[in-house]
């Protein structure tokens, strides 16, 4: 389907859905399940997730956004900037205590 008719006919919702599903389902992750399947018919003996980041993904259950997130120092540092608004933000994956 070209853009300009997805930017014409397609809901919100559906397109909103779209992002969900390639979040959760990775592109290309079929070809990667299918080339660690033939590596390990090869004599691999590692695991698939270690060569491709996409079957971790799905194995693990991340979301790719969450995944793109900042973490450690880096994060620490967004937390503790001066300047901004006076709102507290928290990150979802972390437990409020």
């Not at 992002?19 to 290309?28: S, V």
């Not at 994060?75 to 900037?81: I, Q, S, T």
């Amino acid at each position: 389907m070209p853009v300009y008719k997805i930017l014409e006919e397609m809901p919100q919702s559906e397109l909103a859905g779209w992002g969900r599903y390639f979040n959760r389902r990775p592109y290309g992750w079929r070809e990667d399940q299918r080339t660690a399947m033939l590596l390990q018919v090869a004599g691999y003996k590692g695991k698939p997730e270690d060569l491709f980041a996409s079957l971790k993904q799905l194995k693990e259950g991340i979301p790719a956004e969450v995944k793109a997130l900042p973490k450690g120092k880096f994060l620490e540092m967004m937390l503790e900037a001066k300047g901004g608004d006076d709102s507290k933000w928290v990150p979802p994956w972390i437990n409020n205590k």
